[in-house]
């Protein structure tokens, strides 16, 4: 089985923080790499973040850098990402996604499994 499950997503106002979690299958975990995209309203799905399955290789899209990170706990089939002083251009909906096995995470890379998405709003 496939899976990938989202949650914490929410509304929140400009300054704000939330936390996103993305519980997955190990099918969809185990010796893969993980990312965030989101996708805001009139625009293309986008590049958010990535990390390696050893955690040793992370990428952020220039607009995030300094305000969200993105972490997994491998042995809880989890990643996470924490976004910091929010404002509203980073409303959106956000994807968690997985990569091949050993297949490289960098911002042009492409996902093969997804999740269902998260509304992230963040208010002025």
């Known amino acids: 089985q496939v899976q990938l499950v989202e949650s914490g997503g929410g509304l929140v106002q400009a300054g704000g923080s939330l936390r996103l979690s993305c519980a997955a299958s190990g099918s969809a975990f185990t010796w893969r790499g993980m990312g965030w995209f989101r996708q805001a309203p009139g625009k293309d799905r986008e590049f958010v973040a990535s990390i390696s399955w050893s955690g040793t290789q992370i990428y952020y899209v220039d607009s995030v850098k300094g305000r969200f990170t993105i972490s997994r706990d491998n042995a809880k089939n989890t990643v996470y990402l924490q976004m910091n002083s929010l404002n509203p251009e980073d409303t959106a909906v956000y994807y968690c996604?997985?990569?091949?096995?050993?297949?490289?995470?960098?911002?042009?890379?492409?996902?093969?499994?997804w999740g269902q998405g998260t509304q992230v709003t963040v208010s002025s």
């Open positions: 996604a997985a990569y091949r096995p050993y297949y490289e995470v960098t911002e042009t890379a492409t996902p093969i499994y």
